[in-house]
């Protein structure tokens, strides 16, 4: 086996060429005549220490041939052990982890005996077609034989010891899970409106839940596969292995958490109804899947692969990866969607709660130079931003070109109304949301009216506070201009001008108590809600003077006299008594069935109009009571004030033949 010894060593090579060398020297001087005595007894006595050295070369190249030959022995039988143990396993069905912690490490030990061995072969500079070289091979296909069965049994394991996870159970639940209604903002049209405008609550704590998604026991046991894998050049494979098992385990998350996986295009084609049940569950899962399950996913791979940092955030990143992006791809989709009114409340609870999470997801990912995850992050929620901003742009626009083609029976409150107060009041509770995604954008004048007609003054538009408001609170008040622009047409559509002003002041005053009752006070102002009151006040007067200055003006003296004399008429008298009572009848017909939604409104303008009222018939009737017949007075002053009881609650009523009991 000569052939197949390694080179002498370059040091060794050096010293018997120097000694022989030497020898030679030695040997040339010996044949020099004219040498000494004592020059030949040095010269001998050097080539007797020369021959002993080549002598103990020669010796030492023999024992390490000899140990050489040993060597290889032992090697053999090493490389047979390690094989015998592996192949044993390969012609069992069974799961070595499942047949105990003695086999599992038994066969770890053998495996990693075979590596080390595979390495020492691997350092030697073997002949080809040696045997060394011949058990290098054999190594090798032992220790691949060896890392397949290994890369099955960390999948077993990963698969095997999965903990069941249980979102009913985790504090983030949504107020889905607590309300009947489904927290739609619902047409104009829907007088339930006022109901079921509602906000999601969103915990916004930034802690993290973690939960075991892998029984602890097993995890020493991956963790020494895992670096037994690594160390013997076998890295790609167990990622692999992990990311495949992981990636599954993820997808059945989604699954629990009732998130689909969904193309743009079946969003896009998506009923309201359908689409914001799914946007709620999204919200909900984002916060659950983020804060619970890939903290927990990242801390499951660090525990596996904590000695190989890079490794771990590698395997983190690219198995959660798919899941958190099919996220992210319905938050896009809903993103580019049609600019909807009813969507925007929804949009701002996707914007929040991505913008909340982005701190917890750009730690996860933290180093992960080759994820898109935390920039897919930022782009969705920039867009989402956008989106809301282009939606709440497009209320404005569909509040400015809601038309009416009738008037709205009774003068109540309009279903325009009650819907955009109640929009804009739930929108109040995300002020600093809209506020950031409103502050870049100029505001333009959306409203063309001319200055009679137009609700909103000079003062309100320059008004100190206009000049330090809030991007929100500036965009508000001009929505809510453009609802009295509109309401202000719509109110043209009245013959009777009475109506007109009753119409506008239960618009108005329902607008300043939504204001005045809600977090919309701190938006809008005390100053907005002032200037209000003092609109609706106004019309109820304006009402008042068109409904009852003609017929109160039936109840004053003047005309009533006889001609050329001071002496009252009693045939004027009576025909005045006559036209007030038809008149007040009319108008009784008339404006029962008008309407006063809010009852302290409705009891305030019934007992101003009847202050005015009974006392003008009481001073005239008491006045000219020695005039009057008493068959001349159809109804005294209680039977009126009774009958003003019966204004303004939506039921048209008759007093027609009605007469004094």
């Known amino acids: 086996m000569g052939e197949c010894r390694p080179p002498t060593p370059i040091l060794e090579e050096e010293e018997e060429n120097l000694i022989a060398a030497a020898q030679n020297i030695v040997k040339a001087l ?23 050295i080549a002598k103990a070369c020669e010796e030492k190249a023999e024992r390490e041939e000899e140990a050489e030959e040993k060597g290889l022995s032992e090697i053999e039988e090493q490389l047979n052990r390690v094989q015998d143990k592996v192949m044993r396993w390969e012609a069992n069905q069974s799961m070595i982890w499942d047949c105990g912690p003695d086999e599992a490490y038994e066969y770890l030990r053998a495996v990693d005996e075979g590596r080390k061995l ?6 030697l500079n073997l002949a080809k077609d040696s045997e060394e070289d011949g058990f290098l091979h054999r190594a090798h296909d032992v220790l691949q034989t060896a890392m397949v069965r290994l890369e099955e049994e960390f999948k077993h394991l990963l698969v095997q010891n999965r903990q069941p996870f249980e ?5 983030f639940r949504s107020s889905e899970d607590d309300t009947i209604d489904d927290g739609s903002i619902v047409s104009y049209g829907d007088e339930s409106v006022e109901d079921v405008v509602q906000r999601d609550s969103i915990s916004r704590g930034s802690e993290e839940y973690i939960i075991e998604l892998v029984h602890p026991d097993v995890i020493p046991d991956l963790k020494s596969i895992a670096s037994l894998m690594f160390v013997s050049n076998y890295g790609r494979e167990c ?7 992981r990636k599954d385990a993820l997808d059945d998350c989604l699954f629990i958490l009732e998130v689909e996986k969904l193309s743009i295009e079946d969003v896009l084609k998506m009923e309201w109804n359908t689409l914001n049940s799914k946007i709620r569950r999204w919200v909900r899962a984002m916060k659950i899947f983020v804060r619970v399950y890939l903290a927990s996913e990242r801390w499951l791979s660090d525990q596996i692969f904590g000695e190989l940092e890079s490794v771990s955030l590698a395997c983190f990143a690219e198995s959660s990866k798919a899941s958190i992006l099919q996220l992210l791809n319905f938050g896009e989709a809903i993103a580019i969607g049609p600019y909807q009114p009813e969507k925007l409340i929804r949009i701002l609870d996707m914007y929040e709660v991505l913008a909340d999470l982005l701190t917890d997801i750009d730690a996860l990912y933290m180093g992960a130079t ?7 992050c930022q782009d969705i929620l920039r867009r989402l931003g956008d989106c809301a901003k282009a939606t709440f742009l497009e209320l404005e626009n569909a509040v400015a070109t809601n038309i009416s083609a009738n008037a709205f029976p009774g003068g109540g409150i309009h279903h325009l109304t009650r819907y955009v107060m109640n929009y804009i009041r739930t929108l109040a509770d995300y002020g600093k949301t809209l506020d950031v995604v409103l502050k870049d954008h100029e505001k333009e004048d959306q409203v063309s009216t001319s200055p009679d007609m137009s609700p909103v003054s000079e003062e309100d538009n320059n008004s100190c506070e206009s000049s330090s408001a809030s991007p929100v609170a500036l965009h508000f008040r001009s929505l809510l201009s453009i609802l009295e622009c509109n309401l202000e047409d719509k109110s043209k559509l009245y013959r009777d001008e009475s109506l007109r002003h009753l119409f506008l002041m239960n618009n108005i005053h329902y607008m300043a108590e939504k204001a005045k009752s809600s977090e919309l006070r701190n938006v809008l102002g005390d100053e907005w809600i002032r200037k209000h009151n003092w609109k609706f006040q106004l019309h109820a007067m304006n009402y008042e003077r068109a409904t009852w200055s003609s017929i109160l003006s039936l ?23 006559q036209s007030f009572y038809l008149a007040f009848e009319e108008v009784y017909k008339s404006q029962t069935g008008w309407c006063i939604p809010d009852s302290q409104l409705r009891e305030d303008l019934r007992i101003s109009t009847s202050l005015k009222v009974i006392q003008a018939y009481r001073t005239f009737v008491g006045r000219n009571i020695n005039h009057i017949s008493e068959k001349h007075i159809k109804y005294n002053a209680d039977d009126l004030e009774h009958y003003l009881l019966d204004f303004f609650e939506g039921s048209p009523k008759s007093l027609h033949g009605s007469h004094r009991k």
């Open 30 to 52: 010996e044949t020099n005549k004219n040498l000494t005595n004592d020059a030949r007894k040095i010269l001998a006595g050097l080539g007797t220490q020369l021959s002993s």
């Open 118 to 123: 595979t390495e020492s072969l691997e350092s």
């Open 167 to 171: 979102p009913e159970h985790m504090s």
């Open 239 to 245: 990622s692999q292995a992990y990311v495949s098992v």
């Open 370 to 376: 080759e994820s898109c995850v935390r920039t897919e």
């Open 555 to 577: 109840l004053r003296d003047e005309g009533i006299q006889n001609p050329g004399s001071t002496s009252i008429s009693r045939t004027l008298l009576k025909e005045r008594l």
